[in-house]
Each structure stands twice: as structure tokens, then as C-alpha cells.
């Protein structure tokens, strides 16, 4: 079972496009998950940008009765107190192993011959598009430089560290994870990244430069190259909340953000 980006944070003014999370969802995936006797829930982003409010997401996990996947969002790093970029990955684990869940940003599982390897990736500046933008490239690197820092608060700025340079050891522990679960024997890949790979995920608005610029911050085409692995056999993204699923490679991936009329979904994969 899998879903993503539940924002449980967000004020009802942000959320008017039926992607408000509605708590009361978590008895139907207790209920789904034990009469379709569901192995595994995967989480793939953006829980909450408060720690506390984290927390009570996590609370709420907690109660899913089957072993539990997380991959970390871009929100989610606004929530860390003691970490920040790029190693966010301890301070989330420390959190989740109370309520045994495990962060796959820091380690992939490979669970009934099947791996599962997954993190929250980036952005690296091959989302530019500039017949939708009267702004040139270097303009637009600079606003999505801005936009780390800003976004990411007090945990953006640490270590002169760039949106690609972050976007790059995102993407070598994605390809370490690979090789790990391959060496333990998995034949087969879930893979989990919480930006996008490719522009048809994505909603154009030509002319509109501050959706243009969000655009741009919203994943990479080098993440096709993944998604395209023949052992790869199911991809999940999530962060444009759109329910969107496409082929890239020939695998299907599939956008798991939180909606009122697709809140999760089940799939079965063989090993
Ligand atoms: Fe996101």
C-alpha cells in the first residue's frame, strides 16, 4: 500500500484542491490492509513541516498494522531540529525506529526477494523550460538556489551546500541502494522518489514565471535513467500531487500524493 505527500501541517487556505488530508482515512487503510492482508505500507514524503506535528503523523502510522516504509520530502526536512542538509537522514530514522517504521533513505529492504530503495531526491535544473519563461537560465538557477535556502529555513543554508550538489548525493545513494539490493539478491526494484522524473508530471503554465520556476524545482529527467532499469518494476513519486501515472522506460511510476478521491493505493508485485 502505498501514498505520500498527507501535509498534515497545511493550513485549510492551501488546500483547496481536495489534497487535504482527512485523518479519518487511517481506519479504512487499518481495515484495507488487514482484509487485503497488505505485507507492506510505504509513505513517500511530505508528512509534516512542524516536529511535532511529525510526530503525530507518525502516531498515526504507527497504527498500520504491517511493517512500514518512509521516504523523506522536501517538507519533511523543515521539520529536522538537530540535523540538517545533507544528512538528514539520522535524526528522521531516530524518530521513525520508536514507532518501527523505517526511513529508506537510509537503507533500502529487500523483503520477499523484491528491494525497495527509495529516497527523497532533488532537483538539478533539467526541468527548465524556456518556451514557458521570458527568464534565462542562469536567472532561474539563481531563484531555485534562493528558493533551498528559503524553503528548507534554518536547515537550507548550512555548508554553502547547493541545490545540485544536493540533488547529486541524492542521486549516488540511489544508485549505491540499487547495487545493495541487487547484491542481496533481489531480481526485482520498487523504487521510490519523492521529485519527479519527467515533464508529464507536471502542470504547464506558459507565460506564468513563478509556476515556471516551481516547476523547475520539482524533480530531474536523469531519474528516468532509473525508472528505466529492467529490474526495476514499479516507480512512485509523489510531491506535484497530482495522481498522475506514466510510463518512463517502460516502467510505470506512479505519483502517490494524498487525494480526497485516490487517498492510497494497493499493488501487487511479484518476485
Ligand atoms: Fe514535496
Avoid at 488546500?15 to 510505504?42: C, H, Q, R, W, Y
Avoid at 513517500?44 to 511535532?52: C, R, S
Avoid at 518512509?70 to 524518530?95: V, W
Avoid at 509523489?238 to 522506460?249: K, M, S, Y
Wanted: proline share 4%.
Amino acid at each position: 500500500m502505498v501514498t505520500s505527500d498527507w501535509h498534515l501541517d497545511m493550513m485549510d487556505d492551501d488546500k483547496k484542491d481536495g489534497s487535504k488530508f482527512n485523518p479519518d482515512i487511517i481506519d479504512e487503510i487499518i481495515e484495507t490492509v488487514e482484509t487485503e492482508k497488505v505485507d507492506l505500507f510505504l509513505f513517500g514524503g511530505d508528512l509534516a513541516t512542524e516536529t511535532e506535528t511529525f510526530f503525530n503523523g507518525l502516531k498515526l502510522m504507527a497504527r498500520i498494522p504491517c511493517r512500514k516504509l518512509f521516504i523523506a520530502g522536501n517538507n519533511c526536512m523543515k521539520s529536522l531540529q538537530t540535523n540538517d542538509l545533507p544528512h538528514y537522514s539520522g535524526e528522521l530514522q531516530a524518530r521513525m525506529r520508536y514507532y518501527d517504521i523505517q526511513l529508506l533513505d537510509q537503507a533500502p529492504l529487500v523483503l520477499n526477494g523484491i528491494g525497495f530503495v527509495g529516497n527523497c531526491g532533488w532537483y538539478d535544473g533539467t526541468f527548465w523550460w524556456p518556451e514557458n519563461t521570458a527568464v534565462c537560465l542562469d536567472e532561474m538557477k539563481e531563484r531555485a538556489q534562493k528558493y533551498f535556502g528559503l524553503d528548507l529555513g534554518r536547515n537550507g543554508f548550512r555548508h554553502n551546500l547547493t541545490y545540485e550538489q544536493f540533488f547529486a548525493m541524492s542521486w549516488r545513494k540511489l544508485l549505491n541502494d540499487l547495487k545493495l539490493v541487487h547484491d542481496l539478491g533481489a531480481k526485482r526494484v520498487v523504487l521510490g522518489i519523492h521529485h519527479v522524473p519527467s515533464r508529464d508530471f507536471l502542470e504547464q503554465k506558459p507565460g506564468d514565471e513563478s509556476w515556471t520556476q516551481i516547476n523547475f524545482c520539482m524533480g530531474s529527467i536523469k531519474y528516468q535513467e532509473l525508472f528505466a532499469r529492467p529490474d526495476v518494476v514499479l516507480g512512485l513519486v509523489g510531491h506535484t500531487h497530482r495522481p498522475d501515472i506514466h510510463l518512463v522506460g517502460g516502467t510505470p511510476v506512479v505519483n502517490i500524493s494524498y487525494s480526497e478521491d485516490v487517498p492510497y493505493r494497493v499493488f501487487d508485485v511479484k518476485a
